[in-house]
Each structure stands twice: as structure tokens, then as C-alpha cells.
């Protein structure tokens, strides 16, 4: 809809209004179930800063302030449509999807993640995607195990 027909007080208030949707992954939309309840958190929470943005009494601030909440729920509520939610692994032998793996790097450094969905991972958390180049290299291995990263050997020391 063009400017003219709207109540915007300029061409710059109106795309101010018009986010971008966030891109969605062209990988399968795996998630724990840890993560589908955040899926749903993040949804109620972005549904709720919507109803409150819709009580602003000036019309450019309200789409202002409601621009993101709204971008926000469209991406949730895909997300949550796509979802597959995999049970925990049932064995600790080989690194999947669920798993805690701690691993010991050339430069003697050990970490610990925990492969989950894309949507949760966050690795200051402890939490990496299974798409990440480090979880598709441990993929399928087991204690002792080396898979790669780059340029760096990953020796798998434990899997929970």
C-alpha cells in the first residue's frame, strides 16, 4: 500500500514498519524438547509485546513499536509448525542429536556442548546447532573417536 493511504507522517515512519522477515533455515527444524518449549515462550512473548505495542495511542509509534514483536510472531509460529521434536538419545555410545559431548582440541582445550536445534543453540550456553561444522563432524562417533573441524582435530573424551 503506497504512503498516500496511510496515516504516516512520512515515506521514512512507513518503512520504519516494514521489517524484513527473519530467514528460515533450509535444514529440517529439529528440536529438543527443551527447545520447543522456548519455541513456544519466545511465541507467547512476542505476542504479548504485540498486545501491549497495539495500546499505543499514536499511530506511528504503535507500528513502530509493534514492527518487531509482529515479525517476531511470523517466524515463531513457522518454526513452530515445522518443528520435529526428537526424543533424547536413547544411548550415550555414539554422538546424536541430544547428546552432551565433551572433546579435547589440538591446542589441548576441552569443551563440552550439547547438540540441539538450530533455534536453541547458543554456544556461550553450552548449546551447539547439529548443522554447526563442529556437531557434523562428531556426528555418529564415539568416545575416542576424531572427527574434524576446520583445520583441528576434535578427539571425543565423553559422551552424556
Known amino acids: ?41 519466545q511465541l507467547r512473548e512476542a505476542r504479548a509485546a504485540y498486545e501491549v505495542a497495539n495500546t499505543i495511542d499514536d499511530v506511528n509509534e504503535r507500528r513502530r513499536q509493534s514492527a518487531s514483536p509482529l515479525r517476531d510472531a511470523r517466524y515463531l509460529t513457522a518454526r513452530l509448525r515445522t518443528a520435529q521434536l526428537v526424543p533424547p538419545p536413547e544411548t550415550n555410545e555414539v554422538v546424536a542429536f541430544g547428546s552432551t559431548v565433551t572433546f579435547s582440541r589440538d591446542d589441548r582445550r576441552v569443551q563440552t556442548y550439547r547438540i540441539v536445534g538450530e533455534d536453541e543453540a547458543d554456544p556461550k550456553s553450552g548449546t551447539i546447532s547439529f548443522v554447526s561444522p563442529v556437531a557434523r563432524s562428531l556426528m555418529g562417533k564415539g568416545v575416542g573417536d576424531v572427527g574434524g573441524a576446520g583445520e583441528q582435530e576434535l578427539e571425543i573424551v565423553a559422551i552424556r
Open 1 to 41: 500500500m503506497a504512503v498516500a493511504f496511510t496515516k504516516e507522517e512520512s515515506f521514512e515512519t512507513a518503512s520504519e514498519t516494514l521489517l524484513p522477515d527473519r530467514p528460515i533455515s533450509p535444514h529440517p527444524n529439529l528440536v529438543t524438547e527443551a527447545g520447543l518449549k522456548a519455541l513456544e515462550d
